[in-house]
């Protein structure tokens, strides 16, 4: 890997530590987007040189993903156990992300593959869907950071008019991350005990995360 990141170094003329950086943002974040401050030049890099990317991850048990429609670019783990387990708060929020997306998708309220919505909608479409009385504001403010940081929403300002109203974009890792399989199974869900769901974790099998 010493001499393939030498060679590859060599051939761009930058500094080898420019490859090693971008490889470690991805391993603590997961994924990158052109279209995010300060991941670009990490997103250009990784999309310049795939090739390389992909063996480094591959050595790792990980494989590359790279959309350059939507200039996103992530790696996803092959094995179970690199998976990060949620709870079911987590696993139902994620469902409920993905069903705003996807309504945003087909009513062409996107850009750049990111669908805008924020805190309130979120949270009033989860009592809607999964008849669950809405989480404290200190589990919410957690949730919603641990999907920011596997770059499936980029959290923005609160709202003027309502300080506690963040604006949230959704990106298009939420496809990667709930399948079509996993999502229909919210339409079923009726609200009953974790230990009586009817959700399984089978349905997010490449995401990096899994339910518990």
């Known amino acids: 890997m010493l001499r393939e990141l030498k060679r590859v170094s060599e051939e761009s003329g930058k500094d080898p530590q420019e490859f090693q950086q971008t490889a470690n943002y991805l391993l603590a974040n997961q994924f990158v987007s052109a279209f995010k401050h300060g991941q670009r030049r990490h997103f250009l890099l990784v999309e310049m040189y795939q090739q390389y990317f992909s063996n480094i991850f591959d050595a790792l048990g990980m494989k590359l993903y790279v959309n350059e429609n939507e200039r996103l670019a992530g790696v996803l783990p092959v094995e179970r156990e690199a998976f990060v387990r949620l ?12 069903q705003i997306y996807e309504e945003k998708i087909e009513n062409f309220e996107v850009d750049n593959g990111f669908v805008a919505t924020n805190s309130v909608t979120i949270l009033e479409r989860y009592v809607q869907l999964v008849k669950r009385e809405i989480p404290t504001e200190t589990r919410f403010k957690e949730i919603l950071s641990l999907f920011s940081k596997h770059g499936v929403i980029i959290r923005g300002k609160a709202y003027e008019e309502d300080s506690k109203n963040l604006m949230i974009n959704i990106t298009p890792v939420i496809r990667l991350i709930v399948t079509e399989a996993y999502l229909r199974q919210l339409e079923s869900f009726n609200g009953v005990d974790p230990e009586d769901d009817d959700v399984t974790d089978e349905d997010i099998n490449e995401s990096g995360v899994e339910a518990q």
């Open 87 to 98: 709870k079911t708060d987590e696993t139902l929020f994620l469902l409920v992300l993905r």
